[in-house]
């Protein structure tokens, strides 16, 4: 089990950035690979960013690129996504999840955190 926990969302004006944060529990966290996905109001939960288990490689939606970076702190048991130039379109409900295995299902999610960009 990896209890994940996500914080840091907020209203912010387009243009502007967050970082959100998703505190993982358990000496583990640092063997698993680890994801943001969103999910805004009446569409499915797309992928945003991906890391590896230890954080040498990154992936991200082509939506986010160059305005999105994923990172993690192995020490702090902690993952990252920092967002810059927010657009409107970001609006949505944001979610971490891990994985053992890459490119397998994710096997464990966050609650989720809101971030609301006001035009």
């Known amino acids: 089990q990896v209890p994940l926990v996500e914080s840091g969302g907020g209203l912010v004006q387009s243009g502007g950035s967050l970082r959100l944060s998703c505190a993982a529990s358990?000496?583990?966290?640092?063997?698993?690979?680890m994801g943001w996905f969103r999910q805004a109001p009446g569409k499915e939960r797309e992928f945003v960013a991906a890391?590896?288990?230890?954080?040498?490689?990154?992936s991200y939606a082509d939506s986010v690129k160059g305005r999105f970076t994923i990172s993690r702190d192995n020490a702090k048991n902690t993952l990252y996504l920092q967002m810059n130039s927010l657009k409107p379109e970001d609006t949505a409900v944001y979610f971490c999840?891990?994985?053992?295995?890459?490119?397998?299902?994710?096997?464990?999610w966050g609650q989720g955190t809101q971030v609301t960009v006001s035009s």
């Open positions: 999840a891990a994985r053992k295995v890459n490119v397998a299902p994710w096997d464990y």
């Open positions: 358990g000496r583990t966290f640092r063997t698993y690979h």
């Open positions: 890391v590896s288990w230890i954080g040498g490689s990154t």
